[in-house]
């Protein structure tokens, strides 16, 4: 049987490497829309803008996720219901890594 702590600090770990790998592909963003010219129009800024919002939102829940697993790591007593949220949030981390990677492969390399 796994442990709640195994599990709990492994979660931690991967959320916090996935958010760094957010991180990662919000800078591929940030440099594309920094390359544009000034007088770029804006239908052309917006998609950068709004993959940049979906990155963030997924390093938010991975930022989140870090959170809630140290606070049930700090707590005295097996709280049920951080363990879960920490899984829910990474789960949801999951997904928006999943979302942001092909949202950016599509900005960056498909038309």
Known sequence: MVEHKDVVLAVLGASAGLSGLLLVFLGLIVAAYGGLPGDTPAAVKTPFRR??????????????????????LFQLTGGNVLYVTTDVLFVAQLAGLTVGTIWTLKELLWD
Do not use: E, K, P
């Not at 993959?51 to 049930?72: E, K, P």
């Open 51 to 72: 993959t940049a919002w979906v990155l963030l939102v997924a390093f938010g829940i991975g930022i989140a996720c870090i959170v809630v697993a140290s606070a049930w």
